[in-house]
């Protein structure tokens, strides 16, 4: 089992940043690569970027490309999710997860976090 914590939410300001952390408990996360997703009300959870095991790959949605940079540190178990230029419509519930290999794919993650809320005002 892998427990995962999302934390760095917030409110801020459109053209703002935040970084979000994701820290794992449990089973090593060196193991797992690793995704973040989000969702917005109403919507169907997006997938936004991922990183293979050794945090030497990493693919993004092209809506977040540019913008948004993943990374990891094993030592610390804890994933990052680097959010520049932010716009109104990244506000969403962002979700870290675990899985077995890099993908798009929100069915193919083991282990999900809790989720934390991101807002972006105008």
């Known amino acids: 089992q892998v427990r995962l914590v999302e934390s760095g939410g917030g409110l801020v300001q459109a053209g703002g940043s935040l970084r979000l952390s994701c820290a794992a408990s449990?089973?090593?996360?060196?193991?797992?690569?690793m995704g973040w997703f989000r969702q917005a009300p109403g919507k169907e959870r997006d997938f936004l970027a991922t990183?293979?095991?050794?945090?030497?790959?990493?693919d993004y949605a092209d809506s977040v490309k540019g913008r948004f940079t993943i990374s990891r540190d094993n030592a610390k178990s804890t994933v990052y999710l680097q959010m520049n230029s932010l716009k109104p419509e990244d506000t969403a519930v962002y979700y870290c997860?675990?899985?077995?290999?890099?993908?798009?794919?929100?069915?193919?993650?083991?282990?999900w976090g809790q989720g934390t809320q991101v807002t972006v005002s105008p």
């Open positions: 997860a675990a899985a077995f290999g890099t993908s798009h794919n929100p069915d193919e993650y083991r282990f």
């Open positions: 449990g089973r090593t996360l060196w193991a797992y690569a």
């Open positions: 990183v293979d095991s050794s945090g030497g790959f990493g």
